[in-house]
């Protein structure tokens, strides 16, 4: 069983950043890729960044060079550093998890976290 945990979601003002925590519990295999999406009111869950076990990222368009992902393999967490925040950023943010039901084989299954809510005010 895994388990995802975010914070860091709140309230800020245009401009500003925040910066989401994700930790991750449970069966954790070493080769996974961890991820970012977020779902504004009446749209469709889209993908903001993701970023493997080895660090690499990849980042939606419209958060290319103000937000960036890190992660802490040691302690299986994931961070989403968000910097000059825009009010079409404002959504509920979901850690995700990728990884194969086996260490090293088995499909890829995703776990979601329970999201947590950035508002970016104007």
């Known amino acids: 069983q895994v388990q995802l945990v975010e914070s860091g979601g709140g309230v800020v003002q245009a401009g500003g950043s925040l910066r989401l925590s994700c930790a991750a519990s449970?069966?954790?295999?070493?080769?996974?890729?961890m991820g970012w999406y977020r779902q504004a009111p009446g749209k469709q869950r889209e993908l903001v960044a993701t970023?493997?076990?080895?660090?690499?990222?990849n980042y939606a368009d419209s958060v290319n060079g103000r937000f960036t992902s890190s992660r802490d393999n040691a302690k299986n967490t994931v961070y989403l550093q968000m910097n000059s925040l825009k009010p079409e950023d404002t959504a509920v943010y979901y850690c995700?998890?990728?990884?194969?039901?086996?260490?090293?084989?088995?499909?890829?299954?995703?776990?979601w976290g329970q999201g947590t809510q950035v508002t970016v005010s104007s």
């Open positions: 449970g069966s954790i295999f070493s080769i996974n890729v």
């Open positions: 995700n998890l990728h990884q194969r039901t086996r260490p090293l084989g088995g499909t890829w299954n995703d776990y």
């Open positions: 970023i493997t076990s080895g660090g690499s990222t």
